[in-house]
């Protein structure tokens, strides 16, 4: 399904670049690390028609990728926006092509093209979503759940969620926080959609203890193994009923057909930051819906910027499965939008303004800011 009506090229006259800081409403605990404060990037495009907006979804320390905020800072001011100035008029769909030669860097390169894209969009009156593709005007939404301090207290989390509206629960596990935290909910909530999500944390030797998930009937299990064991991956789901659903391993079109190819996923989580924008996450979505492969949109604690871009790209037809597209409010206290995504009803809504849908709360984005930079023609 390409992209129906190209954008009209903008006259791309700068970018303001800025880390924010925005606290979290709870510390979230993957097997990878804590987090209390969300680290981001957030793109400014500044056009002859006006701007643009992006989120550079890397955080802090290079522990769930290689990418992290001062490098992705780095090369998005040294060498990624410098080369996009460098012409005087610019096409969205041209960003990626552009950027190539630049080796890696993905979240960097997304969120420069998420900027462009919005700017161009707003200037033309549509919405991401029409833009995409899009079909629904919701999506259902639902929530990742930290690693907590005990099966007892992950129960109590999720309890919260469900009573939210949540229309599905993904807990993080880790070696040692698996099976007895996975038992605990099943136990606690009966048939709910439930999957896990492991980011990397066992070897193909751990296949006997991810076998025992195969008795609580999950939805999926997200990236038992490491980013670069598609192989692996395909042995290990030859071992497991549980479907295998690979996210850190999917860093491209590319990488997805391979995956596919060897049998190493038959669900798959797209992460528009992780393979280098939204049109890249168009093509996965395509090319698994023509392989009769179920999709679904991850989340990286986006603020309300990514999390629009995510409502709009969740609802193209081939999103099947609930993604982590949830409330602003699972993680934001305060947002740097003037209407963060609610949940209603399980579903949050897809923006229907111009380009993203989604203003930027000013006062907001300059309390959160910590480090700025601009950079002009």
């Not at 800081?21 to 404060?37: A, I, Y």
Request: proline residues 6%; hydrophobic residues 45%; aromatic residues 6%.
């Amino acid at each position: 399904m390409p992209i129906a009506r190209p954008t009209a090229s903008v006259a791309l006259e700068g970018f303001e670049l800025r880390v924010l800081h925005l606290p979290l409403v709870s510390p979230f605990t993957t097997s990878f690390g804590t987090e209390t404060v969300r680290e981001v990037i957030v793109v400014r495009a500044l056009t002859a028609d006006g701007e643009g907006w992006g989120e550079i979804v890397t955080q802090a320390d290079p522990l769930y990728s290689s990418e992290y905020t001062q490098g992705a800072w780095d090369v998005a001011l040294r060498f990624l926006a410098p080369a996009l100035l460098d012409r005087p008029r610019l096409a969205p769909e041209d960003v990626a092509g552009m950027l190539e030669p630049f080796k890696g860097h993905r979240m960097a390169k997304a969120g420069l093209e998420l900027a462009v894209l919005d700017a161009a969009l707003r200037a033309e009156g549509r919405p991401l979503g029409e833009y995409l593709g899009a079909v629904h005007d919701r999506v259902p939404s639902g929530v990742s759940v930290g690693i907590q301090r005990d099966p007892a207290a992950l129960v109590d989390a999720v309890g919260r969620y469900l009573d939210d509206g949540y229309v599905r629960i993904k807990i993080k596990i880790k070696p040692g926080r698996d099976v007895a935290d996975t038992a605990a909910v099943r136990d606690a909530f009966g048939t709910i959609p439930l999957q896990v999500d492991a980011n990397s944390a066992y070897t193909l030797a751990d296949a006997a203890t991810l076998a025992e998930l195969d008795r609580f009937d999950l939805l999926l299990i997200e990236q038992p193994l490491q980013e670069d064991d598609l192989v692996d991956h395909a042995e290990l789901a030859r071992q497991l009923r549980t479907p295998v659903c690979l996210d850190e391993s999917i860093v491209s079109d590319k990488a997805a057909a391979d995956a596919l190819a060897l049998g190493a996923a038959s669900v798959i989580n797209i992460k528009a930051g992780r393979v280098g924008g939204y049109l890249e996450a168009v093509r996965i979505h395509d090319r698994c819906r023509d392989a009769g492969v179920p999709v679904w949109c991850g989340g990286m604690l986006e603020t309300g910027i990514g999390r629009a871009a995510n409502a709009a790209l969740a609802a193209l037809p081939g999103f099947t499965l609930p993604g982590d597209v949830s409330a602003s409010s699972r993680f934001y206290t305060r947002d740097i939008v003037t209407e963060p995504a609610v949940l209603e009803d399980g579903h949050v809504r897809v923006p229907t303004g111009p380009g993203l849908g989604v203003e930027i709360d000013r006062v907001a984005w300059e309390d959160f800011t910590v480090a700025r930079e601009t950079l002009t023609r």
